[in-house]
């Protein structure tokens, strides 16, 4: 199982395992990770699941989607690594994923 470490903004590491096929949204919520609200169900609708994926990682996240980009487009702390969590889907090639939770949704 591919593991996530969601990194708080005072620099708690958090890790857990995620199954394949969920997003990093599903593994955030399911585990109680402070920071990711997901008000919209992972629907790309809110950006309450804003993260900034570590620089290592985003050539096998890859880009956003068009749905992603109009939310994300609105988001005054948006940084080139922005991205929505309920829109990065896990697969075994993410496995030591690291993201970074904004301090603003805490």
């Known amino acids: 199982m591919p593991k996530i470490t969601f990194i ?3 620099g708690e ?3 857990h395992e995620a199954e394949n096929g969920l997003s990093v949204m599903n593994i955030a919520v399911d585990n109680l990770v402070s920071g990711i609200d997901a008000d919209c169900g992972g629907e ?3 950006a309450t699941c ?3 994926v570590d620089e290592k990682w985003i ?3 890859g880009q956003p989607h068009d749905a992603e980009e109009a939310i994300m487009s609105l988001n005054p702390d ?3 690594t922005s991205r929505l969590c309920c829109q ?3 697969k075994d090639e993410l496995d030591g994923l690291v993201v970074h939770l904004p ?3 805490f």
Do not use: T
Request: negative net charge; charged residues 30%; aromatic residues 8%.
């Open 103 to 105: 301090e603003f949704q």
């Open 8 to 10: 708080q903004h005072d």
């Open 59 to 61: 050539e096998a996240v």
């Open 50 to 52: 804003h993260v900034y």
């Open 44 to 46: 790309c609708n809110c």
């Open 13 to 15: 590491e958090i890790a």
């Open 78 to 80: 948006r940084k080139p």
């Open 88 to 90: 990065i889907k896990i």
